[in-house]
């Protein structure tokens, strides 16, 4: 499956932004999507996960209350919603797919596809 994700941009402190992950292929509906996110000079952390029915979702701590992930299974596209960002939200975010893992276990290493990356920039 490839991965394109779009939707970053720079954002003032409290703003929204949504981002989205458009998927290739017909197995989109059997995977469990992520979103993870890398700020420079860190490690890429967890930021949200949805099964592949999109009715279980896990979010970071960070997030949890102001980030919503949703999936459109009939459109092979999963979303993060973001919304009362905060400065320390600026980093590059990163879709990922896999088959294999379950959404509770929200670790990169389990993940075996990939998005581009798409940039976010929050200016306090």
């Known amino acids: 499956v490839q991965l394109q994700a779009s939707g970053g941009g720079l954002v003032q402190a409290g703003g929204s932004l949504r981002l989205s992950c458009a998927a290739s292929g017909r197995t989109f509906s059997t995977y469990v999507m992520g979103w993870f996110r890398q700020a420079p000079g860190k490690e890429r952390e967890f930021v949200a996960t949805i099964s592949w029915s999109g009715g279980t979702t896990y979010y970071a701590d960070s997030v949890k209350g102001r980030f919503t992930i949703s999936r459109d299974n009939a459109k092979n596209t999963v979303y993060l919603q973001m919304n009362s960002l905060k400065p320390e939200d600026t980093a590059v975010y990163y879709c990922?797919?896999?088959?294999?893992?379950?959404?509770?276990?929200?670790?990169?290493?389990?993940?075996?596809?990939w998005g581009q990356g798409t940039l976010v920039t929050v200016s306090s």
């Open positions: 990922a797919a896999d088959p294999n893992t379950y959404p509770e276990i929200g670790v990169p290493y389990e993940f075996d596809y």
